[in-house]
């Protein structure tokens, strides 16, 4: 989950690694720290706090270099403190090392070289890590880094500067993420591909167990086993631009404003086809009519912001595919006892693809011979290697933390995939694909005009921002997205928000209502509308200030609320891709109004690449 960037070229590796680490900032914040290489001349700053703090500590005492590395930490061992910042240098000063991931075995080594003397500076596996390579060298780097890899249990991203090699460093990957790049007389790495824009599109995403050197020459590579491999690079689509705030005072609303066009993106060529207005997946969907045909299970695994679009999944499942539907976070998905078999589809939803989790849910479900697929935004991420099925979300970057436009196209396209099985099984008639199709293209525009009403809704906030709490509420669908709706909510604001189906007020949530806790109830004008409308009441009766999403056009909610926003009416099935939005948009204008800092929330990380 923490930030890593490295470089080896002509150019100021301060400037790169820096730059780099800015950009990687929302993989954790809570210290910074960089090495740099001139000769074999090691200089080390690092700092508590943000990457702008350790930006002012070089001002006053600058470092050089033309090979370098940073990392930005979000702390697992050891707390917050300088001592604990990457990089880490072993005790005998042979091995500057940062890292992500955890080392699950560095008390047991940190006791056994305890025994010989050896004294850490640090709480971290990282330090010990540093040491066991260093013990390990002897003029050999990558026997030495081999050696240590076989002693180490756990996952980690590393990358090693060795003190006496000034041309060269190494990256490991056994879990977390790393990627690589090159461009003439220079070579990169970082933890995302947004870090390595700048400079080259042309990237290398390391494999489990690779070890790569890293020189002016470009990239060697090679297995734990020592055996060299071909360096295969892949082009990706984006570009830097995608990467950059602009004018926006953060990543968030950007992300937020961009949803109409993740959403165009998402259903381009993915509608249309031969017979005109028609879903098509033919080109992207890896499975044939025999197997969908065979298919009598459906499983959405995923975590967060990724399972409540997999629970607006499940519903559409429920309804069009004819299949047992199982929609479960990918923590719970591994450690219980599901049937899964040749029978079944399993759908692995990730914006990175490096969810730790999901990856070890695709394993186990792969290895009981499960047909799997990943929606990812990323398409040479892990989960997608690891699958080798894969529906793109095509939302670019996301740089924000709380996922916005990728849950935007995470809804897209999973509805279509629903609708895609449903139409090979015969559920979904033509007229009804008609319809949908037909709305689904005049959705970016009804997404827009949502967006438009920004300002609607920090005036909603304005009068909530001294709210204790809040409570979020939806049937069906509407429930997931008022499960989203609350996360949205206590990651960016820190106020307590929950969620709970609307049907299950009775039943215990009903107790914390008062006229503290406002109700905000995810109404839309659809089959669930009146049992919808009559929880809101019982809700009204214990005095509980009610905020409305509701469909244009509906006179009645006014009776029941203190206040509505309004999204454009659709079909019933694609309510989510609305409503969701006043939501995003709702906990922005709260957060911003409180003060919080909204790209880099407290405690969190965008990807979480560790258990």
Known sequence: MCGIMGYIGPRDAAKVVLGGLECLEYRGYDSAGIAL?????????????????LKAQLAKNALSGKMGMGHTRWATHGGVTKENAHPHVDPDGKVVLIHNGIVENFHELGEEFAKKGVRFASETDTEVAAFLISSLYQNDPLLAIRKACARLRGSFAFVILFTDIDDRYYCVRKGPPLILGAADGEAFCASDAAALLPYTRNLL????????????EGIALYGFDGTPKEVHTKTVDWDASMTSKGMYPHFMLKEIEEQGNVLRQTLTK??????????????????????????????????????????VAGRLADKFTGLDVRVETASEYRSGSVICDDQTLAVFVSQSGETADT???????????????AVTNVVNSS???EVGSVLELCAGPE??????????????????????????????????????????????LKLENVIAQGETLRKMAEGCKDAFGFLFIGRGASYAIALEGALKLKEISYVHAEAHAAGEMKHGPI???????????????????????????????????????ASEGDEDIFRFSDDCFFVPRTENELTPILTVVPLQLFAYHLASLLGREIDRPRNLAKSVTVE
């Open 383 to 385: 989960l997608a290697r």
């Open 37 to 53: 290489a001139e000769g074999r001349k090691i200089g080390i700053s690092k700092c508590v706090g943000s990457v702008a703090n």
């Open 511 to 549: 107790a914390i209502l008062d006229v503290h806790l406002p109700v905000v109830a995810v109404v839309p004008k659809d089959d669930l509308y009146e049992k919808t409308l009559s929880n809101i009441q019982e809700a009204r009766a214990r005095n509980a200030p009610i905020i409305a999403i």
């Open 359 to 373: 990856l070890a849910a695709a394993r186990q479900a792969r290895a009981k011979g499960a047909r799997c697929l």
């Open 205 to 216: 995403f390391l494999e489990d167990e690779e070890i790569a050197e890293l020189s002016a």
């Open 399 to 444: 740089i924000g933390v709380a996922a916005t436009k990728t849950f935007m196209g995470q809804l897209a396209a999973l509805t279509l995939l629903v609708l895609w099985i449903g139409k090979k099984k015969g559920n979904l008639d033509r007229e009804k694909e008609l319809r949908l199709t037909e709305e689904f293209a005049r959705l970016p």
């Open 270 to 311: 993915r509608i249309g086809g031969p017979e005109g207005r028609a879903i098509d997946l033919e080109e992207e969907f890896p499975f044939s009519r025999e197997d969908v045909a065979r298919f009598r299970r459906i499983h959405f695994v995923a975590c967060g912001t990724s399972c409540h679009a997999a629970m």
